[in-house]
C-alpha cells in the first residue's frame, strides 16, 4: 500500500528522517487520520510530503512495522508507525 505523509519542514524535514534512520511517526490527532495511520503495515511505501512553502512530495519512506498504539495517549485512541528513509528525490514532486 503507498501512503502520504505530511510535515512541516521546519518541524520535521525529510533530512531529518535520513539523518535519524527512525521515528516514531505520532501526533496525529485527526480521526479520519487515524483511520489510515492504523491501517499502515510493515513494508507500507510512504511519500513524504512537505506542507508550507514547499508543498511537494520531497522522499520516499518505509514503514518499519505495522500501526501500534501511542505509548502516550492515555486514552488509548491514537495509533503510531516507525517510519524510516528510502530515497531522497532528485527532483520534489
Known amino acids: 500500500m503507498n501512503w502520504l505523509f505530511k510535515e512541516e519542514p521546519s518541524h520535521y524535514a525529510f533530512d531529518a528522517l535520513v539523518r535519524d534512520k527512525k521515528t516514531v511517526w505520532s501526533g496525529v490527532r ?10 499502515v503495515k510493515k513494508g507500507d511505501r510512504i511519500f513524504y ?3 508550507g512553502d514547499e508543498k511537494s512530495v520531497v522522499g520516499i519512506a518505509k514503514a518499519l512495522g505495522n500501526a501500534y498504539p501511542d505509548p ?5 485512541k491514537a495509533s503510531v508507525v516507525d517510519v524510516g528513509p528510502v530515497k531522497t528525490l532528485a527532483r520534489p514532486v
Not at 30 to 39: D, I, M, T, V, Y
Not at 72 to 76: L, M, S
Open 30 to 39: 485527526n480521526p479520519l487520520a487515524q483511520k489510515h495511520l492504523r491501517s
Open 49 to 51: 510530503y512537505h506542507t
Open 72 to 76: 502516550q495517549d492515555k486514552t488509548g
